[in-house]
């Protein structure tokens, strides 16, 4: 048999060879690292939070590592589409993932998944993190956590909230708080969160179960009313709003975060680099300021730190998931 001719079938030393070439060829490429472009897909569109974090961090990357750092916006199907697109990219750390909650709720909401977050992707470090909050309309009869829970048990299911979509952080953030408290809202899902805060202003909906980093704007002008924060101590941004563990509800702690992963055979020392120089980027005066004017907080993490994050919220919004019986729209 002519084994040349025929590249369906090696011998244990062709094989052997091949390996070898291909190990030798992935530490060539890791020591030049980077020598060319560097991309970070958002899997959302242009404008939201996701967005405004990758291209402030490409920013912050593009002089420490030497060459330009790109945002590619990559929407569709919930983060899958860019998602998957990343999982499915070569392993050489010019490809990255803007990572957010919508890859740990997706492992839930979707069946089958394009790609697995787990063994397909590798989280290379977190960047920061911005509590939820509950917002309503300034004209709505609530001042805190606790009367919008008397408004709601007194007329069940007459109070409506919006969201992003069916399985989106702020839908099943609601759901969490359903639970806890006891009440039923109605579910209104729009096609992006922006349109739910045009609504809240415009008095169509009535509430939002989001992050305060998505509202700031409105926060700062005194156009929206919160109600309360999910965090474990009180936002720089909202002094004076209570946390839900402050009014009873301490079960509820549900936040925005960003990290940055790479598929997951990308080689140990480009991912060890990626680690240090988005760190040190997070640290960064322009880092800073960007995230406290969003009222959110920069998170420092290792890579093995950054994975077991994503695990812990995968399991956690995989029970508010499964809890709601959220569907995809």
Not at 63 to 73: E, F, H, K, W, Y
């Amino acid at each position: 048999m002519n084994l040349i001719k025929n590249p369906g079938t090696r011998s244990p030393m062709q094989w052997m060879l091949t390996c070898c070439l291909s190990f030798a060829a992935l530490s060539a490429s890791a020591q030049d690292y980077p020598n060319r472009a560097i991309k970070i897909i958002v899997p959302y569109g242009a404008g939201g939070s996701v967005d405004v974090i990758a291209r402030t961090l490409a920013q912050e990357l593009t002089p420490r590592l030497g060459q330009s750092v790109i945002v590619d916006n990559k929407p569709g199907a919930g983060s899958n589409v860019g998602s998957n697109l990343v999982a499915k990219s070569a392993p050489d750390g010019y490809t990255l993932l803007l990572t957010s909650p919508g890859n740990a709720i997706n492992v839930t909401l979707y069946n089958p998944m394009p790609y697995d977050v787990r063994t397909e992707l590798t989280q290379v470090a977190m960047i920061g993190r911005a509590p939820g909050i509950l917002l309503v309309s300034n004209g709505f009869p609530a001042s805190n956590v606790k009367e919008f829970v008397a408004l709601a048990k007194k007329s069940p299911g007459a109070i409506n909230f919006g969201s992003g979509g069916s399985g989106s952080s702020e839908h099943l953030g609601a759901e969490m708080f359903k639970s806890t408290a006891g009440i039923d809202l109605q579910h209104v899902p729009y096609k992006g969160g922006a349109a739910v805060i045009n609504d809240i202003l415009a008095g169509h909906v009535q509430a939002f179960f989001t992050n305060q980093a998505n509202v700031v704007g409105q926060i700062k002008a005194n156009s929206i009313k919160v109600l309360g924060v999910a965090a474990s101590q009180r936002s720089s941004l909202l002094p004076n709003v209570p946390t839900f563990a402050e009014q009873g509800y301490p079960q509820q702690m549900v936040s925005v975060w960003w990290g940055i992963a790479a598929p997951s055979k990308t080689p140990l020392p480009i991912l060890d680099m990626l680690n240090k120089e988005i760190l040190a980027s997070g640290a960064s005066a322009a880092m800073r300021s960007r995230l406290t004017d969003m009222g959110a907080e920069s998170i420092v993490t290792t890579r093995s730190q950054a994975n077991a994050f994503l695990e812990d919220e995968i399991v956690s919004w995989g029970k508010a998931v499964k809890s709601s019986n959220a569907q995809v729209d």
